[in-house]
């Protein structure tokens, strides 16, 4: 069996190395597996020492796309995926999440009649205005397999009718977190080069545009973590175009304290994201990774997709407002949650249950 996986973001790849390190290490006779890049997000810490650090198969084909409006991106990507497709034959293309790249490999694997798989379908925001919303829900009406981290992404289906091939698997990066947990422990050095101290310090990251494109939105989020900053050290990984967007917007100097570096690699957020008192973020995956991590999570959003660690109290979503960032994490620092004793994410064997409904659904 030939699988072609597509990705295009760097969270996308390290998924696909949970599923590629099972297909590899216990499937190899079996299923072969063909990695397409989109291109989709340049980073520059996707280089030789990205792919041997954390094993990750190099991609055969690097489509080297990026840039531009939503759908021409995604037309551009979709062609070119169209033309590898026709070259591999495959008998199942992997997707994962919901970026433009998931998008053009669900609707040229469903034209030529190939049948796809979704890892992370179901979830859902409610918020149409968002790009992912749309990237999401046409994948998942196109899929033949959907695989869903969680019961709330499978109800989330069921209620838009869709049931046949919908498989409850966990969260792949529950997989990846608890794979990577120690070798960041072990290998980064970052909490002794920032001089951070252990469970002494606030993680943020900020960068989906609802936030950064929004100079009110971003400036409410700016004055928080300049408040914080002078309670305890605040570590802000930032993109290069959120970096831009804060000094454009005259907010540069309104960061007060607030320690901005670049974007950081993967080993070096595990290593922070798990030291951390608590967590300021509008990434869905770092709103998980806090939890996995028995971290409090503040997340910059209206709404989040991963509403479970919201039930369970180690996550408070809180918009953008100032006033109610400090709030919160104010209260999540004064008095931890609970331990859980659900996991609603799985038990870390989601990459297996993959593989192994494609080979045998």
């Known amino acids: 069996m030939k699988i072609v996986t597509i990705v295009g973001a760097r969270p996308q790849f390290i998924k696909a190395a949970a599923v590629s390190r099972v297909i590899r290490n216990e499937f190899a006779e079996r299923v072969s597996e063909v990695l397409l890049h989109t291109g989709q997000h340049y980073d520059a810490n996707m280089s030789e020492v990205f792919f041997t650090e954390l094993d990750i198969p190099h991609p055969k084909y690097n489509l080297e796309i990026s840039g531009g409006q939503h759908g021409a991106m995604t037309g551009r990507m979709l062609e070119a995926v169209e033309a590898v497709l026709l070259e591999e034959r495959p008998d199942w293309v992997l997707i994962y999440g919901d970026t433009n790249s998931t998008l053009a490999g669900a609707l040229a694997a469903v034209k030529l ?172 995956g770092i709103q998980k990774e806090a939890f996995f991590y028995g971290v409090p999570c503040v997340t910059m959003r209206d709404e989040t997709e991963w509403v479970e660690t919201v039930d369970l109290g180690w996550n408070r979503l809180v918009g953008a407002s100032a006033r109610e960032i400090i709030l919160a994490v104010s209260d999540l620092t004064k008095e931890k949650p609970a331990a859980s004793v659900i996991f609603p994410y799985g038990r870390g064997d989601s990459a297996r249950k993959i593989v192994t409904t494609i080979i045998e659904p």
């Open 113 to 284: 009649h190939i049948p796809v798989a979704h890892v992370e379908a179901g979830l859902r925001s409610f918020n149409m205005r968002m790009p992912e919303e749309v990237n999401r829900i046409v994948s998942d009406r196109v899929s033949s397999l959907l695989f869903c981290p969680t019961e709330t992404a499978v109800r989330n289906l069921a209620n838009e009718g869709i049931v046949a091939g919908v498989h409850e698997v966990g969260d792949v990066m529950y997989d990846v977190a608890l794979h990577y947990r120690d070798q960041a422990r072990r290998q980064s050095t970052v909490m002794g080069d920032l001089g951070l101290e252990n469970h002494g310090f606030a993680l943020a990251t900020c960068h989906r545009a609802e936030n950064t494109d929004d100079p009110s939105r971003l400036s409410g989020i700016v004055s928080a973590l300049a408040e914080i900053s002078r309670q305890m050290p605040v570590v802000l990984p930032l993109h290069p175009r959120t970096r831009k967007l804060i000094a454009d917007s005259g907010l540069t100097e309104k960061l007060g304290k607030v320690r901005v570096t670049d974007p950081l690699p993967f080993l070096d957020i595990v290593a922070l994201e798990q030291a951390a008192r608590i967590i300021l973020t509008d990434s869905g």
